[in-house]
């Protein structure tokens, strides 16, 4: 995915999320991960970017992998370039669901290995199929 700047890349990832679920207000959900970037970087480290929200009106949680064309300065924790976004967003309330989905992305980027191997993968099903394994 090409991005130029945080802005941008949450642009298009809303797109991208909006592109899977049709019903998913674009507009809302760039608002919702804008909004929580503005509370801190969701930069976890090691290449990898997770912003996250909520959003009023959703039914489940939905979710948008990308990497990027080029590494881009994101604030991560570990002041390293984020190559790798995965975007999260789930119903208002969903407090407990939101934060296990988010512990679970977390441990699967946490391994160099998956993180090494979804460089690697030369296709959307290859990504998909690392993801969900």
């Known amino acids: 995915m090409p991005a130029t700047s945080k802005k941008r890349l949450l642009e298009r990832i809303s797109a991208l999320l909006h592109e899977d679920e049709p019903e998913l207000d674009e507009t809302a959900a760039f608002q919702s991960l804008v909004e929580r970037e503005r509370l801190g970087s969701t930069g976890i480290g090691d290449g990898v970017a997770l912003p996250h929200g909520r959003l009023k009106g959703l039914t ?4 948008a992998f990308a990497i990027l064309e080029q590494e881009m300065d994101y604030d991560a924790a570990d002041k390293k370039p984020v190559k790798m976004v995965f975007a999260l967003l789930v119903p208002e309330n969903a407090d407990e669901e939101h934060l296990k989905i988010l512990a679970q992305l977390a ?11 979804l460089l690697r993968a030369r296709s959307d099903k290859e990504i998909y199929e690392c993801l969900t394994a």
Request: charged letters at 40%; glycine letters at 14%.
């Open 60 to 63: 489940k949680a939905v979710g």
């Open 107 to 117: 441990g699967i980027f946490s391994k160099q290995e998956m993180r090494e191997k």
